[in-house]
C-alpha cells in the first residue's frame, strides 16, 4: 500500500480533507483553477502531498486534472447534470435496499433526528450538511464493492448542483421536500424497501426536474 507523501508533517490525504471540505462547502466555485504553488502556500506543504491531494479529490469526483494543464474545480453542464441525476434515480434506490436489512435502531433513529433538523434549519449550509448525512447515513448498512463508492462519487460531482437547487426552492417546494425525508424514515423504521425506494426515487427526480428548469445555473 502506498504512503501518503509526508514533508513536515502534512500529508496528501490531510490536504485533500481539508481542500474536499472547503469544495464541499461551495468556497471554490466549478471551474476554479487549482494552482499546486497557491495550494502548498495555503496548507504549508510541497508540492508533492499537494499533487497527492489532487489526484484523490480528482477520484472522489471533485477536481478534474489535465495532463501538462492543470487542475480545476469539477464543473457540468446542463447535459450532464441531468445524465448524473438520472444514474442516481437508478441505482441509490437499489443502494438503499440493501442497507435497510442491516440499518440498526440508532441509526434510523439519528435519520428522524436529522430530518426534523433540516426542517427547522435555514442556513443553506448547514442544510447540505445535513441533507448528505441523511441520505449516507440511510445507505450505511450496505456493504458493496463499489455501488456505495459510486453513489458517494456521484454526491461529490453534483454537490455545488444540490446547493443551486435549495436556493431555488419555494416555499412549497421546501415542505414536499422535508415531507419525503420523513417518508423516507417511516418507509425505513416499516422495512417497506419498495416504498423507500419508489419516494427516494422521486425525490431525486423532483431535483433533477427543478435544475433542468434553471439553465443558467449551468453557465
Known amino acids: ?6 514533508r ?7 490536504v485533500a480533507d481539508e481542500l474536499r471540505n472547503a469544495i464541499l462547502r461551495g468556497m471554490y466555485p466549478p471551474g476554479t483553477r487549482l494552482r499546486q504553488e497557491e495550494l502548498a ?14 489526484r484523490i479529490l480528482e ?28 444514474v442516481r434515480e437508478r441505482i441509490e434506490p437499489l443502494l438503499l435496499r ?9 441509526q434510523v433513529d439519528r435519520l428522524a433526528t436529522l430530518a426534523e433538523e433540516m426542517a427547522a434549519v435555514h442556513d443553506v449550509e448547514r442544510f447540505l450538511e445535513l441533507d448528505r448525512e441523511f441520505h449516507l447515513g440511510s445507505y450505511a448498512g450496505a456493504s458493496t464493492t463499489f455501488l456505495g463508492q459510486t453513489v458517494e462519487r456521484l454526491w461529490n460531482t453534483t454537490q455545488h448542483y444540490r446547493r443551486a437547487f435549495t436556493q431555488l426552492l419555494n416555499e412549497d417546494s421546501h ?38 428548469n434553471h439553465p443558467e445555473v449551468f453557465e
Open 1 to 6: 500500500m502506498t504512503q501518503p507523501q509526508v
Open 98 to 106: 440493501y442497507s435497510m436489512p442491516h440499518l440498526r435502531s440508532e
Open 175 to 212: 415542505r414536499i421536500l422535508h415531507d419525503e425525508h420523513h417518508m423516507l424514515v417511516a418507509a425505513i423504521r416499516d422495512g417497506d424497501s419498495t416504498e423507500a425506494e419508489r419516494v427516494l426515487l422521486g425525490h431525486i427526480r423532483r431535483t433533477r426536474r427543478q435544475l433542468a
Open 8 to 14: 513536515d508533517g502534512v500529508t496528501g490525504a490531510r
Open 59 to 86: 477520484s472522489d469526483g471533485l477536481v478534474t486534472t489535465v495532463a501538462n494543464a492543470g487542475a480545476w474545480i469539477s464543473r457540468l453542464s446542463l447535459d450532464e447534470c441531468v445524465e448524473l441525476y438520472q
Open 41 to 54: 502556500n495555503q496548507y504549508g506543504a510541497s508540492r508533492v502531498p499537494v499533487r497527492e491531494a489532487l
